[in-house]
Every structure is written in C-alpha cells, then in structure tokens.
T-cell receptor, first 115, second 117 residues
Framework: AQTVTQSQPEMSVQEAETVTLSCTYD???????LFWYKQPPSRQMILVIR??????QNATENRFSVNFQKAAKSFSLKISDSQLGDTAMYFC????????????FGAGTRLTVKP | NAGVTQTPKFQVLKTGQSMTLQCAQD?????MSWYRQDPGMGLRLIHY???????DQGEVPNGYNVSRSTTEDFPLRLLSAAPSQTSVYFC????????????????FGSGTQLSVL
C-alpha cells in the first residue's frame, strides 16, 4: 500500500517570504503522480500543482513549485512571495499510474501566513 | 458554474440511524468518488465510480453503500450510523482517471460535516 507522510502539522510564514512544505511517500511503483492540494477555511479542495513521476523536471505554477526527488521519495512544495490568501491546509497526495481513482493523501500541514 | 454540489452541509445522527449524503455534478464527469476527512489522517477514499452503473470500493468502504444510476448523481448511504463515522465527507468528480492529464484534476464539493452521537 502507498503511504504519504507530511511531517509538519503546522507552519507559519511572514507575508512575502518563502516557505517549504515537506512530503515523503512510500511506494514500489515506478510510474505515478503526485499532487499538492490546498484546503482554505471554506473547506473546498483546490489543486495547487501536479507532478508526473517519469518527468524529471520539477513542476511550477506561478508562485508554487516543487522539489521532486524520486530516489528519496520526497515531494516538497515551495511557496514564494507568500500571500495572506495562501493560509490553508495543504495536502500532499499520491496516485499510481493507470489507477482508476485511488488517491492517497497525507495528513496535511496547516500553513498560516502572517501579515 | 455549480460544479460539485453536496447536501446537506451539516448533519447530526443518532447511532443506528440511516441517511444518504447527496452529491451531484453538472460537468458531465465520468469519474466520481467519496472521501472522508478525519483530523490527522488526511482524506481517505470510501467508494468511487468510473461511470453510470459502475462502482467500486476504496480504502475504507465498510459501513457505506453507493450506487450510480446517472452520470450526475453519486449518493453515499450510511445504513446504520456509528460514532466512528463522525467525519467530514467530500464528494469529488473528474472527467477521467485523476492524474492522467492536468485537466483531469479532482473537483471537490464543499463537504458534509457529519456527527454521529
């Protein structure tokens, strides 16, 4: 079974600074997908960024980027120029390639951006 | 854009009661799924469906039933509620298998907070 571990239950960052959220996972698969989802107080889950394991290049979406280390099974999220609206729970998620719908989530990291 | 609509938003049940959590999407998505979110455990997949008439179990299916008679609706039934089923429930949909393309991200509903006393 695949497991996803987020070792930081809570983090905080000053507005405009950079913060990195950690995620590790355990799998014997070679092809898979990794995701970061954001859950603001509204409870809506929002996809932040997606990485395909067979791509060595780290994914980037505006202020959000990942550091994907396949050998180390690590998938950290870097948020640059943090904004107050980035305050949310962040979930790391894993899904096997060619899997119908079994997405495994970590326990989440609560990020607070301070003004 | 309605997206994924879940009802009710809050519900309190007594142990042994039954109820159905409703989920509807208006995006013509083939894939739909139910997750539960518990503190310190992230989201766990309960059941999913890859199209009308097709359902399958996820990671934690016990105590829950689903059916998919139409593309739009995917209700989750609790047959005999237990305190262990106190959780926040999320319904999600996607056009195809999640992850295969950037467009096939999960679209989540706003959740149902369920308390079983």
């Amino acid at each position: 079974a695949q497991t996803v571990t987020q070792s930081q239950p809570e983090m905080s960052v000053q507005e405009a600074e950079t913060v990195t959220l950690s995620c590790t996972y355990d799998t014997s698969e070679n092809n898979y997908y990794l995701f970061w989802y954001k859950q603001p107080p509204s409870r809506q889950m929002i996809l932040v960024i997606r990485q395909e394991a067979y791509k060595q290049q780290n994914a980037t979406e505006n202020r959000f980027s990942v550091n994907f280390q396949k050998a180390a099974k690590s998938f950290s999220l870097k948020i640059s120029d943090s904004q107050l609206g980035d305050t949310a729970m962040y979930f790391c998620a894993f899904m096997k390639h060619l899997n119908n719908n079994d997405m495994r989530f970590g326990a989440g990291t609560r990020l607070t951006v301070k003004p | 854009n309605a997206g994924v609509t879940q009802t009710p938003k809050f519900q309190v049940l007594k142990t042994g009661q039954s109820m159905t959590l409703q989920c509807a999407q208006d995006m013509n998505h083939e894939y739909m799924s139910w997750y539960r979110q518990d503190p310190g455990m992230g989201l766990r997949l309960i059941h999913y469906s890859v199209g009308a008439g097709i359902t399958d179990q996820g990671e934690v299916p016990n105590g829950y039933n689903v059916s998919r008679s139409t593309t739009e609706d995917f209700p989750l039934r609790l047959l005999s509620a237990a305190p262990s089923q106190t959780s926040v429930y999320f319904c999600a949909s996607t056009p195809g298998p999640p992850g295969r393309a950037q467009r096939e991200k999960l679209f989540f509903g706003s959740g149902t907070q369920l308390s079983v006393l």
